[in-house]
T-cell receptor, first 112, second 111 residues
């Protein structure tokens, strides 16, 4: 099993550009999450999903949108990137009955 | 906002020594988890302690939880160079098990 994978691994955007980060998991997990990690800080929750077709806002949702069209995929979109969105983005997934989250390797995004 | 605050922010020890990291949180919790993050990698789950437990062991890891003080500690015994990483506590809330992370402790184990 590949676990949780993220695409791309690195990306540089100019202010105002848009992009989509893809998260895929092959563990049949119901719950999926997007976090961002800034230097010297823990992870902060952006959006999450409890199942196919459902999404909800986390702690820092502004400037991001998400979609969960298939159970195994969770997409994070930036419609108009800003330098404040420079960060490392992590996707995670879990079973409803299990508290442990499984994380992907991260996407390092720089917005200039 | 960060639910958990970790102490110390950085810790450097010799191989074979024990490492203790502390975490404090603000609100009531269901569970508290500890994760490890190696440089440039994703987080890996280490151990979970439920709110009605006071102590839990897993291999060289020992976690304690004091809900009256809203604090937890992670002890790594007989540390190894491979334990060098950042360690985060995380508390869960909400029906979707959303996690709120602390700011982390950077542990360096010197060979």
């Amino acid at each position: 099993n590949a676990g949780v994978t993220q695409t791309p691994k690195f990306r540089v955007l100019k202010t105002g550009q848009s992009m989509t980060l893809l998260c895929a998991q092959d563990m049949n997990h119901e719950y999926m999450y997007w976090y961002r990690q800034d230097p010297g800080m823990g992870l902060r929750l952006i959006h999450y999903s409890v199942g196919e077709g459902t999404t909800a806002k986390g702690e820092v949702p502004d400037g991001y949108n998400v979609s969960r069209l298939k159970k195994q995929n969770f997409l994070l979109g930036l419609e108009s990137a800003a330098p404040s969105q420079t960060s490392v983005y992590f996707c995670a997934s879990s079973y409803p009955a299990n508290y442990e989250q499984y994380f992907g390797p991260g996407t390092r995004l720089t917005v200039t | 906002s960060q639910q958990g605050e970790e102490d110390p922010q950085a810790l450097s020890i010799q191989e074979g020594e024990n490492a203790t990291m502390n975490c404090s949180y603000k609100t009531s919790i269901n569970n508290l988890q500890w994760y490890r993050q190696n440089s440039g990698r994703g987080l890996v789950h280490l151990i979970l302690i439920r709110s009605n437990e006071r102590e839990k062991h897993s291999g060289r890891l020992r976690v304690t939880l004091d809900t009256s003080k809203k604090s937890s500690s992670l002890l790594i015994t007989a540390s190894r160079a491979a334990d060098t990483a950042s360690y985060f506590c995380a508390t869960d809330s909400g029906s979707a098990r959303q996690l709120t992370f602390g700011s982390g402790t950077q542990l360096t184990v010197l060979p």
